[in-house]
């Protein structure tokens, strides 16, 4: 085989290779070899055919799958022994082939930009540990109190007041007619509350253990009967039992009682606690850190192929954003304008560039993931849809190029993890107020944020695509 490079220009080469008739002909004749004893041959024991009569039978199709092979691998070897990573798929031209003549085909590539050896050590990071401020460690022991709050029987004949909880039984109709579940025993509420069902509690308030009470109120919107929601109900109800809360004293024998040593020991792990809660988020805020120093520190061409893929992936979010804002279904009449073309173009240098910088980062340092690792990234993206499980592992078994889609994500979380591992780390005490500042201005509301990066089984709020461009990959 016979390489010569014909031009090379910036990321673009063009190689010329020429695989001559001796080779394609001596790689013909071994997989005749091959073929020999399983093809059975009229007049012929197994084996014992004539290697002309198999040619002459099957020469054609032999050689249209030697000369396929032959272009894989003699491509996959000259990209290799010049030194050219491709950055896409080659394209392949072929000038001429056939039997009795040489395989001279061109390649045409784009290669991936050479990238300096990134030294990890020097890049400098702050961390964020959330340390709850005087008011919400207050709170968190009142909500702990409130939660663990023990309550004694009254006296008999003293009647329900607010704050007291109140055990009942009841039997419930609609229209005079009684209805599935519409019995209970011994359920009890907290009056004031205001848990059980809307404007419940304040018509107990005034009974006495003993009462029968008879309760008008209209069955919520979300009854899990949807004939019955937003009925009115009649409740009666026979009180069981009336307690009143015991005052409970935020002190050293409460903090024993929740497992702690003492008070102090119990606000020091309440304020872990509140540093846990935020860590995905303080993760997120690292992360961009990182992102935003890779994409200053490395200037390269990038390959016009990636970035053309890319930019369609980002205007395609950008164009559902619209019909999303306009309520318009026709996905053609979505125009993007000048500002919106250009915002998407500077995002998919971005990704483009980091993916790269990320990638080397990840040979540099031999990071791979491994089968079980991506297997057990699908056991958890079937737990996120729990009933679906069987649905969503057939569908990866009859894709299976889907699933190693799942290996480009767990690929960057492995890398950022040995960023941060051995990156220079600045630790920086915040309150929850102070995170708030240093967050992105497009995510004021700290605990929305907070329940959507902690909790992804739960159902996606409605996010700008041009947000979630910038957020999660402008990289």
Known sequence: MKVNVTSSKGLESNLTVVVTKKEIQDKIDLRLDEVKGTVNLKGFRPGKAPKELLKKQFGQALYGEVIEKTLNDSTFKALKDNNIKPAGQPKIDIKS????????FTIQV??????????LDKIEIQKYEVKADKKELENRLNQLAESSKKYNDKEQGKTAEKNDLVEFNYEATVDGKPFDGNKGEKLQIVLGKDLFIKGFDDQLIGVKKGDEKIVNTILPENYPNKDLANKKSEFKC????????????IDDDFAKNMGAKDLNDLKSMIEKQISREFENITDQLVKKEILDQLDKEFKMDLPKGMLEDELKNVEHTFIHEKMNETGEKDHSKIKLDDKDKKEAKSISERRVKLALVINQIGEENNIKVSSQELQGELEKQMRMYPGQEKVIREYYQKNPSELTKLRGPLFEDKVMNLI???AKAKIKTVTKDELQKIMRPDETNLDKAKSKNSDKSKVKTKTSAKSKAKKSSKK
């Open 97 to 104: 082939s056939g039997e009795d003549k040489d395989l001279e």
């Open 110 to 119: 784009e290669k991936i930009p050479e990238i300096k050896s990134v030294k």
């Open 238 to 249: 026979k009180i069981t039992n009336i307690k009143f809360p015991q005052e409970q004293k």
């Open 420 to 422: 941060k591992e051995k």
